[in-house]
C-alpha cells in the first residue's frame, strides 16, 4: 500500500533528466540503489520513502497533457506508518518541485499535472495514512503509539546529532527507541542513560538507567528501568529545563552519583517488553 507521485515539467523547460538525477544524489540521506533509484532514509528517525526513473514503455498508452512533459520522475512512501514519515518526507517533494519548477500529477486525485503548496500533499497522505492504520489495525497487528508522543521523538530524534554536536563530547545525547509492552499492542519510548554522566533528557515514557556501583574490590554493573516521572521526581532539581529537554550539567552529574546509584528500577528491558521498528506502529488504533 503506497502512495505515488509522478513529476512533470514544462514543455519549454530546459531541465534535463541529469538535472533531477544530481538533485535526487546530492540530498541528505540519499542513497542510490542502482540507475534508476534513489532512497532516502534518515537512520535517526528511521522515516524513509523513495524516487524513482522509469523509462516508457512505447506499448502503453501514455497520457498527453497540453504543455507539460512527463519526466518518467516518480515518488513513492508506504501507508501504515506513523505521521512523522509524511512531516520528514513530503519536504523533500515541497523543496524539488520548487527548486527545479516542476508539477505533479497526483494519480490519487488530480486529472492533469498541477503546483501544490506545501503541506498540501503531506495532509493528504497523512488522512489516507491513518484511514489505512485504522481498516487494517487488527489484521496486520499493528501497535500504538499516540500521535504527540510520537511526533515528539521525531523531532528530537531528527535534532540528536546536531544537539550533540553543539554540545560536545561531555554531555550524552540519546536516541529514542520504541518499545512494545508485553501482551499488549502500546507502545513506549524509551532513552539510555550510561552512568551518571551529563546527560540530557527527553521526554519519554521510561529510561534504561545503566548503573556501575564501586564495591572493595570490583564494579558492580546494574541495569533497569524507572519511569521518567519517577526520575524526575528523584533527581529533578538537578537538572536544568530547556523547551524540549532537561539537561544535567557536569557539575551537578559529579553530585548525584550516590543518588544515582540508588534510583529504584522496575525490572530489565527484557522483562517489560520488546523493541519494534518505526515501521510496525501507527498513530491510530482499529475503528
Request: aromatic share 16%; glycine share 4%.
Amino acid at each position: 500500500m503506497s502512495y505515488d507521485l509522478n513529476f512533470y515539467k514544462k514543455t519549454t523547460s530546459s531541465v534535463s533528466k541529469s538535472d533531477i538525477e544530481k538533485y535526487l544524489t546530492n540530498l541528505p540521506n540519499v542513497t542510490k540503489e542502482n540507475e534508476t533509484q534513489w532512497f532516502y532514509q534518515n537512520e535517526d528517525t528511521g522515516a524513509y520513502c523513495s524516487f524513482e526513473y522509469y523509462e516508457s514503455d512505447e506499448e502503453d498508452e501514455e497520457e498527453n497533457f497540453n504543455g507539460f512533459e512527463d519526466t518518467n520522475f516518480t515518488f513513492n512512501i508506504n501507508f501504515i506508518r506513523p505521521q512523522f514519515f509524511g512531516k520528514e518526507c513530503f519536504p523533500l517533494v515541497d523543496n524539488l518541485i520548487r527548486d527545479l519548477d516542476l508539477h505533479i500529477l497526483n494519480p490519487q486525485g488530480d486529472p492533469e499535472p498541477k503546483k501544490y503548496e506545501n503541506g498540501i500533499l503531506e495532509k493528504e497522505w497523512g488522512e489516507s495514512n491513518l484511514n489505512f492504520a485504522k481498516s487494517n489495525f487488527k489484521e496486520w497487528e499493528l501497535s500504538y503509539l499516540e500521535l504527540n508522543k510520537s511526533n515528539y521523538s521525531w523531532a528530537f530524534s531528527k535534532n540528536r546529532k546536531s544537539l550533540q554536536n553543539a554540545l560536545g563530547d561531555n554531555y550524552f545525547v540519546p536516541g529514542i527507541f520504541y518499545i512494545k509492552k508485553k501482551n499488549t499492542n502500546v507502545v513506549n519510548t524509551l532513552a539510555v542513560w550510561p552512568e551518571h554522566i551529563p546527560y540530557i533528557l527527553p521526554e519519554v515514557d521510561y529510561v534504561l538507567v545503566q548503573k556501575k556501583i564501586k564495591k572493595l574490590f570490583r564494579t558492580k554493573k546494574e541495569d533497569g528501568l524507572i519511569k521518567y516521572s519517577e526520575l524526575v521526581s528523584k533527581l529533578g532539581s538537578f537538572f536544568v529545563d530547556e523547551k524540549d529537554y532537561k539537561i544535567i550539567h557536569p557539575e551537578n552529574a559529579n553530585k548525584i552519583s550516590k543518588l544515582f546509584n540508588e534510583l529504584p528500577l522496575i525490572g530489565g528491558f527484557e522483562d517489560f517488553g520488546e523493541g519494534i521498528t518505526v515501521d510496525k506502529f501507527v498513530n491510530t488504533k482499529s475503528k
